[in-house]
């Protein structure tokens, strides 16, 4: 099948749209290493282009730009559109946390006069790969008093880095020999934070470099060690996203998984320059990397809500007409798929599987083992994005991920599915996916932008 998995051909103005969406993503990947950073800069830049927060109104007619920022970890955007919302929205979802270390409620110990972070990984990561990295520390620390301290160290050319050490090969001849899962264990993932005690005089005696870092903490960032216990500290690799390849044809950075599709449904919706026919919207969901779960999860009822409510602002709300409207939504769940790797080509079916530089990539269905837990997208969907994507000139591929009774793997489209609604699996392909340094292809996120932005387009 030629159509597949093909390149396609740039003009230069193209190249030049190429490289200026590649800046736009790497400054928003650089400034988002949080879902809440990620939120944050979403909001920003929406707010620049005319959204304004749902509560902030008493009605919405077509052409409204609304959203929805929920607990700053979540947000939802919205332009409405002409067509009652009862005929469904056209939904371009992804998910903004990525796989990193957080720190434990009690975190701080000292150990043979290194003081260190007790972390959790969060997410599906291979330990091994976060020792010897310069990390970064972000998050926030909430004080009894009701005030937030929000923290970024590690970012700037001039602030320390922190981070994990591994063993030196000269004594590593038993760890050698280990299966790569044992190699570095959970309980090793502890975030070197210092090692000089306080100075003489001062309590020497006992945990020494741990008082020092105490004390610095409270100097410099204003919290203390009880603060620690209401705090979201996630620890992520340190510095910024890169051109990658001799032809910058590549970005390698943290968190490709999923803020590269989060930018592109952002970018595809700020596209919108139009009223549109179908509502369009852009939705961000938070803990997909641990199952879709809690209040900030896309299992939480928080889509459904701001439907609801916008239901109402328009003046056309009943329970009834929410059903319709859920079930008349089409939704692409944007999220990055694996890419093919020529070294690790086994585990790969070279005629279903995604290509980095050719262009977004659609997954039917993404489970393995007999497709268990996987959403597989109806044949008549396809067919209209097919039609849709033609017209549009938008470079496509499919895949599955992984061989048959290798891959899975799941996202969003599952959950939005059960309000019946059409969905399928679509994002950028990723090479090193869930790595602290991962890779995509600049042409792919072009295409994604290009994608998104006819299907939110489709009457
Ligand atoms: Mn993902
Ligand atoms: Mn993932």
């Known amino acids: 099948m030629e159509r597949n998995n093909a390149w396609k051909t740039y003009d230069n103005e193209q190249l030049e749209a190429v490289e200026a969406l590649a800046k736009r993503y790497r400054a928003f990947l650089d400034a988002g290493k949080t879902e809440r950073e990620c939120v944050r800069e979403a909001v920003k830049r929406a707010e620049a282009r005319g959204f304004a927060p749902m509560a902030s109104v008493t009605s919405a007619k077509p052409g409204d730009r609304l959203y929805v920022n929920w607990m700053g970890k979540?947000?939802?955007?919205?332009?409405?559109?002409?067509?009652?919302?009862?005929?469904?929205a056209n939904i371009v979802g992804a998910h903004i946390d990525s796989p990193r270390l957080d720190v434990k409620q009690n975190p701080l110990y000292e150990d043979t006069g290194i003081a260190y972070l007790d972390t959790h990984y969060y997410g599906g990561i291979k330990k091994y790969q976060w020792v010897t990295l310069p990390l970064a520390i972000h998050g926030v620390v909430a004080k009894v008093d009701g005030s937030v301290i929000e923290l970024s160290i590690g970012e700037d050319p001039d602030d320390p880095v922190v981070g994990v050490s591994d063993l030196l090969p000269h004594l590593a001849q038993?760890?050698?020999?280990?299966?790569?899962?044992?190699?570095?264990?959970?309980?090793?993932?502890?975030?070197?934070v210092g090692d000089r005690p306080l100075p003489d005089g001062e309590e020497k005696e006992k945990e020494p470099v741990k008082k020092a870092i105490l004390k610095l903490i409270e100097e410099k960032y204003g919290f203390e060690e009880e603060d620690f216990l209401s705090a979201e500290l996630e620890i992520v690799p340190a510095g910024k996203a890169r051109d990658f390849g001799l032809d910058r044809s590549m970005i390698m950075g943290y968190g490709h998984d999923d803020r590269v599709?989060?930018?592109?449904?952002?970018?595809?919706?700020?596209?919108?320059?139009?009223?549109?026919?179908?509502?369009?919207?852009?939705?961000?969901?938070?803990?997909?990397?641990?199952?879709?779960?809690?209040a900030t999860g896309m299992q939480a009822r928080y889509f459904e809500n701001a439907m609801a409510e916008l239901m109402a602002l328009t003046g056309d709300y009943s329970e009834l007409k929410l059903r319709r409207a859920l079930a008349n939504c089409r939704m692409l769940s944007c999220d990055v798929s694996a890419a093919f790797d020529p070294n690790f080509a086994g585990v790969f079916e070279k005629k279903n599987a995604a290509y980095l530089g050719r262009g977004v990539c659609f997954n039917k269905f993404t489970g393995s083992r007999g497709k268990y837990d996987s959403n597989d997208a109806n044949a008549e969907f396809i067919a209209a994005l097919r039609n849709l994507f033609d017209t549009a000139g938008v470079n496509f591929q499919t895949a599955e991920l992984g061989k048959v009774d290798i891959g899975?793997?799941?996202?969003?489209?599952y959950i939005c599915a059960l309000y019946g609604m059409e969905v399928i699996d679509s994002g950028v392909p990723v090479l090193s996916m869930h790595a602290p340094w991962e890779i995509i292809d600049k042409a792919d996120l072009y295409e994604s932008v290009r994608a998104y932005a006819a299907f939110m387009d489709a009457k």
Do not use: H, W
Not at 74 to 88: C, H, R, T
Not at 177 to 189: C, F, N, P, W, Y
């Open 174 to 192: 038993d760890q050698m020999t280990k299966k790569a899962s044992l190699v570095i264990e959970g309980d090793m993932l502890n975030v070197i």
């Open 408 to 413: 899975g793997g799941g996202t969003i489209a």
């Open 261 to 294: 599709c989060a930018y592109a449904a952002l970018e595809a919706l700020f596209d919108q320059t139009e009223v549109p026919a179908r509502t369009c919207v852009c939705l961000l969901s938070d803990k997909e990397e641990i199952g879709s779960v809690g």
């Open 74 to 88: 979540a947000l939802m955007l919205f332009i409405v559109g002409e067509k009652p919302l009862s005929d469904g």
